[in-house]
């Protein structure tokens, strides 16, 4: 053969090839294409092992020839591959389209207890007007407990606070302490540590050895408040809670002090807020049991002789306490009649705050 016809196959062959390839447009056709012209035995293949015999001048010609329809080839192999590759991707996307107007599966979301919110809601109102939350041991020592509030032992007042004691007896074969009946004891422990000004918050949870019923639990929280500095007074003491009382249960409500006695404070007083149930008209009601009052906490001037008990000078300061409970509070705020479903657990309870 000569050159002339050797390039004149070659061109054939080029255009035969590229011919067959675009008619090749499954993966399996451009397969067999390929073993067809560049295999082993392809018809290619066939062509470059014909160079051998041929006179190296022709074969250089012929060669270069080859070798550009070789590359021509592979070129378009490699474009046939990928386009029958994007084709199956495209098809797969079609067949396997997302509708996004599908409505998505709710994940079930959790929240926060009730008691943690009325907490948080305690504390934030607080917070607001410049006290500072910290918190303390839920066993105590009856020397906080009790004896520097202003109780000792044998006094009546022990009979409000009856206790779970640790089994703990000390040289005096006395059990000196307890689960803490009330936040109170942190006023010493702050006090203690801490000079006047005083402005805290304590959250937290306190333990009664009682029967339980609708009201009455044998845990829960309160949230103890103290404040001591020069002269403060009775006015602050009501300007600080009925704020609080406003900012809980809604800007409208009235405040009411009471005389009352916890052994700790003098004077004592117990506050109540006007029902906003029935704002205040009683007849009938259910959450002020028809009084037109809610009572929601017990508070008063910080007794001199506990001012004095942690060393301070009681002519020179004054201050108030006072200390709420707070699934009472969340109690009268939500309208839930049972301290017990506090701690029951239940989701269709809890789910609904
Ligand atoms: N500690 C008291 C109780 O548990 C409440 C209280 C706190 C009263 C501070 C007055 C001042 O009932």
């Known amino acids: 053969m000569t050159t002339d ?19 090749s447009s499954s993966q399996e056709a451009v397969e067999q294409w390929r073993v067809a012209y560049m295999g082993r035995r392809g018809e290619l293949t066939q062509v470059l092992r014909g160079l051998a015999p041929l006179a190296p001048e022709e074969r250089r010609i012929v060669g270069a020839a080859a070798n550009k329809v070789k590359a021509l080839l592979e070129e378009g192999l490699a474009g046939a591959e990928d386009a029958i590759k994007s084709a199956a991707l495209q098809a ?32 934030a109102a607080f917070v607001s007007m410049g006290f500072q939350v910290v918190e303390g041991p839920e066993v105590e020592w009856d020397h906080y ?38 936040t109170s004891p942190m006023q010493i422990h702050t006090m203690e540590n801490t000079e006047p000004p005083i402005r805290v918050l304590v959250p937290g949870k306190c333990y009664r050895y009682e029967a339980t019923d609708a009201t009455h639990e044998s845990q829960f929280y309160q949230v103890e408040g103290l404040a001591v500095d020069e002269g403060i007074t009775f006015a602050d003491l009501k300007g600080t809670l009925y704020e609080f009382a406003r900012l809980l249960f809604g800007a409208d409500r009235k405040v009411r002090f ?92 809890l789910g609904q705050f």
């Open 5 to 23: 016809n050797l390039l004149r196959n070659l061109e054939e062959l080029q255009a035969k090839a590229l011919d067959d390839l675009k008619a």
């Open 92 to 123: 797969m996307a079609e067949q396997g389209r997302i509708d996004v107007t599908l409505p998505g599966r709710p994940v079930p979301l959790g929240r926060l207890h009730p008691t943690t919110q009325i907490l948080r809601e305690i504390c």
């Open 145 to 182: 407990n009790f004896e520097m509030l202003n109780i000792p032992k044998d006094h009546p007042a022990r009979d409000m606070w009856d206790t779970l004691w640790v089994d703990h007896v000390d040289e005096q074969g006395e059990r000196p302490m307890l689960l803490r009946t009330h």
């Open 258 to 349: 009471r005389v009352d006695y916890f052994p700790f404070v003098e004077p004592g007083a117990e506050m109540a807020i006007d029902c906003f149930a029935c704002k205040g008209e009683g007849v009938g009601c259910r959450v002020c049991k028809g009084t037109g009052w809610i009572e929601i906490m017990g508070a008063g001037m910080v007794n001199p002789k506990v001012l004095e008990g942690v060393g301070y000078d009681s002519s020179k300061y004054t201050g108030f306490a006072f200390g709420m409970g707070a699934e009472r509070i969340a109690m009268l705020k939500y309208g839930i009649e049972d301290i017990r479903l506090f701690h029951n657990n239940d989701l269709r309870f």
